[in-house]
């Protein structure tokens, strides 16, 4: 069954509605007539319109002044709009009319099959409009509910890796510790070089797993993760990391923590990889409703076209992109030849549930 759409008829003359009325009933569709200027703007406000047919000659506000009205409200930018004329229209009226959004015209006498083929094209490609933003929306929350499933999924292996594994190479090492004295002289370098490559293989494993999720995220909050995160990244890299974070900042909505530490990870990963940079500068802004996460680097800046076709150099930044619209925000980037800057946007949302509702609608440190 399909879902009806609303059809506008405006005319000063309640017969020629009843003619547009009779003529347009085949199409089965809600068909709202008004009077005048105003009470069409009235409807508009109150309805969701498909089509509005419009009379281009009425007293006080004609066809032209109504469009005109109409295309100044942000809601009605892409509202198809068909005027009906009972005099000649010259060029230069029709010209004033696609200029106020009109999208096509029917002269007097009206010939029904006409008007209804083309109020019918315009009222199928609005309901096709609509079920593609229903279906947008739709893939909006999933991917939203799929990130707080990868999230918790990261989460679990990182506790995983360190509580298990951890604690079963832990018990190797201690094992391997205690066979010192029984082994012969033979042995000791082999002996040497196991203990050797299982300390590199505990300080990997920790490693591993303060990526997938640091503790701290869960412990103390974004801030101190983060100051941890950087100091680590600077030792690891060689890049000094200059860091503002705001003082004494409460915990963030736990969504809004997982999303800017994502982002910081992605962010320093591709300084370190691809900038060239010697440096970076890490920010955080704390407003009521938002938080404001900046990177910069002084590197060569991105290739030409990487943002406008991100997809071809991999995925980490459509992922940022895709992680901060999912929960309502906007990512920002900036690059030329002396640095790239990455500014998101984060919604404060804390829940999964506050996700699905957001869908619908400083001081200083120093890590070298």
């Known amino acids: 069954m399909k879902q009806k759409v609303n059809i506008l008829l405006v005319d000063d003359q309640p017969g020629k509605l009843l003619g547009y009325e009779a003529?347009?009933?085949?199409?089965?569709?809600?068909?709202?007539?008004?009077?005048?200027?105003?009470?069409?703007?009235?409807?508009?406000?109150?309805?969701?319109?498909?089509?509005?047919?419009?009379?281009?000659?009425?007293?006080?506000?004609?066809?032209?002044?109504?469009?005109?009205?109409?295309?100044?409200?942000?809601?009605?930018?892409?509202?198809?709009?068909?005027f009906i004329s009972a005099v000649h229209l010259t060029d230069l009226d029709r010209l004033r009319g696609y200029e106020?959004?009109?999208?096509?015209?029917i002269s007097v006498p009206v010939i029904p099959e006409l008007l209804r083929a083309k109020v019918k094209v315009f009222a199928e490609l609005h309901r096709k409009s609509q079920q593609l933003k229903e279906m947008n929306e739709g893939l909006r929350v999933l991917s939203g509910h799929l990130l707080v499933a990868q999230d918790a999924e990261r989460r679990n292996i990182a506790r995983n890796l360190h509580d298990s594994l951890g604690q079963y190479l832990a018990s190797v090492k201690m094992n391997l510790d205690q066979m010192g004295p029984w082994v012969s002289s033979d042995g000791t370098a082999l002996l040497s070089g196991a203990q050797d490559s299982l300390d590199k293989c505990i300080v990997e494993t920790r490693t591993i797993s303060h990526l997938l999720h640091p503790p701290l995220l869960d412990e103390a909050g974004f801030v101190s993760a983060a100051r941890s995160y950087v100091e680590s990244f600077a030792q690891r890299s060689g890049i000094e990391a200059r860091?503002?974070?705001?003082?004494?900042?409460?915990?963030?909505?736990?969504?809004?923590?997982?999303?800017?530490?994502?982002?910081?990870?992605?962010?320093?990963?591709?300084?370190?990889?691809?900038?060239?940079?010697?440096?970076?500068?890490?920010?955080?802004?704390?407003?009521?409703?938002?938080?404001?996460?900046?990177?910069?680097?002084?590197?060569?800046?991105?290739?030409?076209?990487?943002?406008?076709?991100?997809?071809?150099?991999?995925?980490?930044?459509?992922?940022?992109?895709?992680?901060?619209?999912?929960?309502?925000?906007?990512?920002?980037?900036?690059?030329?030849?002396?640095?790239?800057?990455?500014?998101?946007?984060?919604?404060?949302?804390?829940?999964?549930?506050?996700?699905?509702?957001?869908?619908?609608?400083?001081?200083?440190?120093?890590?070298?």
Request: glycine share 12%.
């Open 23 to 82: 003529i347009l009933g085949e199409l089965d569709e809600n068909l709202i007539k008004a009077a005048s200027g105003r009470e069409a703007l009235e409807y508009l406000l109150k309805n969701d319109i498909a089509v509005v047919l419009v009379d281009v000659n009425m007293p006080g506000m004609d066809g032209f002044e109504l469009a005109d009205m109409i295309r100044q409200h942000p809601r009605f930018e892409e509202t198809a709009m068909i």
């Open 100 to 105: 106020r959004g009109g999208v096509d015209y």
């Open 243 to 368: 860091l503002d974070l705001p003082e004494g900042v409460e915990r963030l909505p736990e969504l809004t923590e997982i999303a800017l530490f994502r982002i910081l990870q992605e962010s320093l990963t591709n300084v370190h990889r691809h900038s060239g940079s010697s440096s970076v500068e890490i920010q955080l802004k704390i407003s009521q409703d938002q938080a404001l996460l900046t990177v910069r680097d002084f590197g060569h800046g991105m290739p030409s076209g990487f943002q406008a076709n991100a997809a071809q150099f991999g995925v980490g930044l459509s992922g940022m992109r895709g992680r901060v619209s999912d929960l309502g925000g906007h990512l920002g980037i900036k690059s030329d030849p002396h640095g790239t800057t990455i500014v998101a946007n984060v919604p404060l949302v804390g829940t999964a549930a506050d996700l699905a509702k957001t869908q619908g609608r400083s001081g200083k440190s120093s890590a070298a």
